[in-house]
């Protein structure tokens, strides 16, 4: 069979698989990429369109432990578990605990870092092949600390970026507020990071790699897909839920949260939760906001984005079924707009995704231990959209038979 007849398929086309489905028709290869509804509608619909490659710290660690009695205690913080659903967490949260050990943390920040200190690089050059630069943005992130104590509990995260080469810069004061105007004088503690752009629209970028897929001769199929099919222990293809089969010798399952589903049936657990995410999208927003804004101790992000200005975070564990419970993005508008005093909310649509969560907060990218042809890209818990390029150039060497740039042992699909 040549490389044009039997092509790869990837399941699932959010950010990651797109991406991936990109750079593999690029190279060449014939890609037959598959999604149940419109590419780009899963969590990489409403992310906060960050660059955030200052995001990579090991977020189990005794400093966050101590804080989750106060999350579950207080119906604004943060963090919530739905504690109908919380005892069905435990066995990812005693993995979650048990990547909190500082040699594990230090392990996970390097891994993070191999792929954070390339993404922004990698994400350039995808944008440009694809002839959409203007939608890297020419502004960058602050970081914005409410009072001493949170400057100081940020201390880690920009301890760490200088570990890894990653700029920032401290600003104090009236120096916040020169930068961004908009910004409330209460806030006087901040960290400029230089290298955290933002894109204007991530369900644009995903309708983009897809139409360029398709120009280099890829092609998209709308479908549920059931399963991998094998024979002799080799793959051959997926077989979709109404029952159409799709064949080719190499799979890559990208399905975010739901490969969780498929990989267990192939008996390869990937202990995947959703983090559920909000966000509000501002249409009429009264202010022409420059800078996207992170404040770490509230777990927000205010992003200007094509359409408006973007409110968004939250982490909330309640499942996959559970209705959103949108208290939870009025929290962060309310936060919003004491950080922009000026901020208008008119003519908003909320929305809630769904994150795909690995407890030790690195993503799957391999190669199945027990399919050969088989592949698996998901995970990418907080940073989806932040590693998607990066992701996809690894994906298509593996795929391919290269090797790829990073050492791909902290991300192999048996670790767990
Ligand atoms: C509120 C919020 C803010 C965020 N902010 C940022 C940010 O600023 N920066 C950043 O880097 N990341 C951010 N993220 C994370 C980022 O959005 C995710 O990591 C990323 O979108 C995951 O992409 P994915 O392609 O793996 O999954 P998804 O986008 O969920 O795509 C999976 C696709 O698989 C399809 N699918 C599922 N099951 C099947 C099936 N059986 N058959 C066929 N198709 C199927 C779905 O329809 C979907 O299209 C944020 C997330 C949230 C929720």
Redesign the pocket.
């Known amino acids: 069979m040549t490389e044009m007849s039997d092509p790869i398929i990837i399941?699932?086309?959010?950010?990651?698989?797109?991406a991936i489905a990109f750079e593999l028709s690029r190279r060449g290869r014939k890609v037959v990429l598959?999604?149940?509804?419109e590419?780009?509608?899963?969590?990489?619909?409403?992310?906060?369109?960050?660059?955030?490659i200052n995001?990579f710290d090991a977020v189990s660690r005794p400093s966050t432990w101590k804080k989750i009695p106060f999350w579950l205690a207080n119906p604004v913080a943060p963090v919530a578990a739905d504690p109908l659903y919380a005892w069905r967490m435990v066995p990812w949260f005693l993995r979650f605990l048990r990547a909190g050990t500082s040699s594990r943390i230090r392990e996970i920040e390097d891994a993070g870092a191999s792929l954070a200190t390339r993404s922004l690089e990698d994400l350039r050059l995808m944008l440009s092949l694809l002839g959409a630069d203007h939608m890297l943005s020419e502004t960058s992130c602050l970081c914005v600390f409410g009072s001493e104590s949170e400057y100081r509990a940020g201390q880690g995260n920009l301890e760490m970026m200088g570990r890894y080469g990653l700029k920032y810069e401290i600003l104090r004061g009236a120096e916040i507020q020169d930068r961004e105007p908009l910004l409330t004088r209460e806030i006087q503690h901040a960290a400029l990071l230089p290298d955290n752009h933002?894109v204007s629209n991530?369900f644009e970028l995903v309708g983009r790699l897809v139409a360029a897929m398709q120009s280099h001769g890829g092609t998209l199929v709308r479908?549920?897909?059931?399963d991998v099919e094998r024979d002799n222990g080799l793959v051959t293809g997926v077989r979709l839920t109404d029952g159409r089969t799709i064949a080719g010798s190499k799979v890559a399952l990208?399905?975010?949260?739901?490969t969780r589903?498929?990989a267990g049936r192939l008996a390869e657990p990937i202990p995947l939760e959703t983090?559920?995410?909000?966000?509000t999208q501002i249409m009429a927003p009264g202010i022409d906001l420059k800078w996207s804004i992170i404040w770490p101790e509230r777990a927000f992000?205010i992003?200007p984005t094509a359409g408006g200005i973007r409110v968004?975070?939250?982490v909330e564990m309640a499942g996959l079924e559970r209705a959103p419970n949108w208290r939870r993005a009025r929290i962060l508008v309310d936060h919003a707009k004491f950080a922009l005093p000026g901020l208008k909310v008119e003519n908003a649509e909320e929305w809630?995704?769904?994150?795909?969560a690995l407890p030790d907060t690195i993503p799957v990218i391999s190669a199945s231990a027990r399919h050969p042809g088989l592949y698996y890209?998901?995970g990418?818990?907080?940073?989806?959209?932040?590693?998607?390029a990066t992701t996809a150039n690894i994906m298509a060497d593996m795929m391919t038979g290269e090797a790829p740039a990073v050492d791909m042992r902290p991300f192999r699909v048996n670790r767990f």
Not at 34 to 37: K, M, N, S
Not at 254 to 258: E, Q, R, S
Not at 352 to 356: D, L, Q, T, V, Y
């Open positions: 399941a699932g086309a959010g950010i990651v698989g797109a598959i999604d149940r509804q590419p780009g509608r899963g969590a990489s619909f409403g992310n906060m369109a960050s660059i955030a995001g933002f991530p479908g549920e897909v059931a990208t399905l975010g949260v739901h589903e498929l983090e559920r995410g909000y966000h992000m992003t968004g975070g939250s809630m995704g769904h994150r795909p890209a998901t990418h818990g907080h940073l989806g959209l932040t590693y998607s």
